[in-house]
């Protein structure tokens, strides 16, 4: 198992320090203007109260006056409550994207499936592959904050940080886990993230649509992001019980579906493992063949 | 033990692949239809059949890459299915359509196999033999070169079964002569090999079974002698004087090539009638010999 896990990781090397260092970058954005943004925070706050209460809940502003007058409250609201998730979506669906269908689809499949490895071993491998980069981009994504807001003399409680790592980590696996769930039901990536991005899509117009309406509040509890509370984390140092069960259910029953439609590939099921790309070139072949018949008799 | 137990236990101990009544559906399509065959250990088994016929399904059922829709296969006396790491362990594979990681160099690719296969003692007489570059990364690679790096791939553990769907494909005859040499030499140390081709050459220069696919079925199984020394001839005639092609118009004669005064012909069965009708006239020239395998190969397509 662990050379496919080292390889996971070797293979995808540059792409797991792009996402670092741009995890990194909005920090370098966010926190040395954090300053001149607090210092007009008070007129910021009154400014946002006139905003309707389902567009603040689209942004994470749980609590409007935290949002703006500490640095942990600013960067749950600008950064770990929209765009950082966004980064973590991205990375978890090119590692869950390319370990299976995208094996599948580029055909090298082949060369992990003949060599003495159990189909259990090359999933997890790939899957704890996968899994080492997402905790590597939250830690760092998470903590360099503290380095910088010290360079920029910038008052931070650490604290905070240690919760939404957490946090993070539970969010990033769980997504991972249905993109892979995802990856093992298609036959190529485009197919397995378009699967992935249709979900997290459904579930974030559902976290939207609960802040609209009373009568839909309760459609938020289908979110994942309901449950991602960066503020909650960062501010008041907590997570919910609810969504560390969520996180952690949807991570084991995801994972374990995904490897079991890995490792079992029911003969009647043509979308897994190559039988869809068999079928694919069992048809050309023929087609081919008979080509070939007709050319002959002419 | 009775003599009957003996030979099965015999039978047990050198066959290598058995493939049991094998079938493979996609839906209405049957791909593969229940084929039976068995390849002895140190033979080199040739697999033939045009496109489509089914055998890189066969080969992939053999792998446990695909799962067979019935039937039953077992190497080394192992369920493919149920035992597959330990006769993967023991099966150096070449695919049909040599797919690799092209961001690797080929040094990385022998790294990642000798990762779970153990070091290679082989690997830098490969290297040499097969004139590749391991350095260079798999999207700068021609065809060749990758087919080169398929087969090194399949060949650096000294595995004791190799199973190589297409083996030549790409190469030049220089390195399909190496290709040729490495599988003589590790069915000489005992290796078996199973392997398909299109190139009905290379089968009889270096197999020593055949089993010919068609439609998914098996619809020959014999040594290339026994192939080769089936009733099939081919007799080219010239003629002193015009010859009446309904003379020849005999079952199982087909008239191959014509052309002034010369006949071709390639016939099933028995020779005689032919050389009885022969008799008529008179002939300048007759060469008979037996039908090569792609004769043989074109008849049973033909059937």
């Known amino acids: 198992m662990f050379p496919i896990f080292l390889r996971t990781i070797k293979n995808k090397r540059t792409a797991i320090i792009a996402y670092i260092v741009s995890g990194i970058a909005f920090l370098l954005m966010y926190i040395p203007i954090y300053p001149s943004f607090a210092s007009s925070g008070k007129q910021l706050v009154e400014i946002m109260k006139n905003y309707p209460q389902g567009f603040l809940k689209a942004f994470g502003i749980e609590d409007i006056a935290q949002a703006f007058l500490s640095l942990e409250g600013y960067l749950s609201t600008e950064h770990f409550g929209f765009v950082w998730p966004l980064v973590l979506i991205f990375l978890a669906l090119s590692f869950a994207g390319n370990s299976i269908a995208g094996e599948i689809e580029k055909g090298t499949m082949e060369v992990v499936l003949s060599q003495p490895i159990s189909r259990l071993k090359i999933y997890f491998g790939k899957y704890l592959g996968g899994l080492g980069a997402i905790v590597l981009f939250v830690t760092t994504s998470i903590f360099a904050s503290i380095p910088i807001a010290a360079i920029f003399n910038v008052h931070y409680v650490a604290k905070g940080y240690i919760y939404m790592t957490i946090l993070g980590v539970l969010f990033g696996i769980a997504i991972y886990g249905l993109a892979m769930l995802c990856s093992s039901f298609a036959s190529d990536k485009g197919k397995a993230n378009f699967m992935t991005g249709g979900v997290l899509i459904a579930m974030y117009v559902l976290n939207i649509l609960s802040g609209l309406k009373s009568n839909l509040d309760d459609l938020k509890y289908l979110s994942f992001f309901h449950y991602f509370n960066a503020s909650g984390a960062l501010l008041n140092y907590k997570i919910d019980s609810i969504a560390i069960l969520v996180f952690v259910l949807t991570t084991i029953i995801a994972s374990s579906q995904s490897s079991l439609r890995t490792i079992r590939q029911p003969p009647e099921s043509a979308a897994i493992l190559f039988q869809a790309e068999e079928i694919a070139s069992f048809h050309s072949q023929r087609r081919e063949s008979c080509e070939q018949v007709t050319l002959k008799c002419f | 033990m009775t003599l009957l137990e003996f030979d099965l236990n015999i039978n ?36 033939l059949g045009p496109n489509g016929a089914g055998k890189t399904t066969t ?24 035992d597959s790491v330990q006769i993967k362990a023991k099966t150096g594979y070449l695919s049909g359509d040599v797919r690799i990681y092209e961001n690797w160099t080929g040094q990385e690719h022998f790294r990642f196999i000798e990762s779970m296969r153990g070091k290679s003692k082989i690997l830098s007489k490969l290297i040499k033999d097969f004139d590749f570059d391991p350095k260079v990364k798999a999207k700068k690679l021609s065809s060749g070169g990758k087919q080169k790096l398929g087969i090194i791939m399949a060949f650096l553990s000294e595995p004791e079964m190799l199973i190589l769907d297409e083996p030549t494909t790409a190469l030049d005859p220089l390195l399909q002569n190496t290709v040729y040499d490495y599988i003589l030499n590790f069915a000489r140390e005992g290796s078996t090999v199973f392997m398909s081709s299109h190139n009905l050459h290379e089968v009889q220069k270096i197999c020593s079974r055949v089993g010919i696919i068609k439609q998914g079925k098996i619809i020959a199984e014999e040594s290339v002698e026994e192939l080769r020394s089936k009733k099939i001839h081919v007799v080219k005639a010239t003629f002193d004087s015009k010859v009446s092609m309904a003379d020849f118009d005999l079952s199982g004669v087909e008239v191959f090539k014509e052309s002034a005064g ?22 300048k020239d007759l060469e008979v010999s037996h039908a090569s395998l792609e004769d043989i190969f074109m008849a049973y397509y033909e059937r």
């Not at chain 2, 069965?269 to 006239?281: E, F, L």
């Open chain 2, 12 to 47: 047990r101990m050198t066959q290598v692949l058995s493939v049991q009544n094998l079938g493979k559906y996609y839906g209405e399509t049957k791909a593969v239809d229940g084929i039976n065959l068995s390849v002895e250990k140190g033979e080199i088994f040739g697999f």
């Open chain 2, 59 to 82: 080969i992939r059922c053999i792998m446990d890459f695909i799962r067979p829709s019935f039937g039953k296969i077992a190497a080394f006396n192992l369920d493919s299915h149920l």
């Open chain 2, 262 to 283: 010369s006949l071709t012909l390639r016939i099933k069965g028995d020779i005689n009638p032919v050389i009885s009708k022969m008799h008529n006239y008179k002939l």
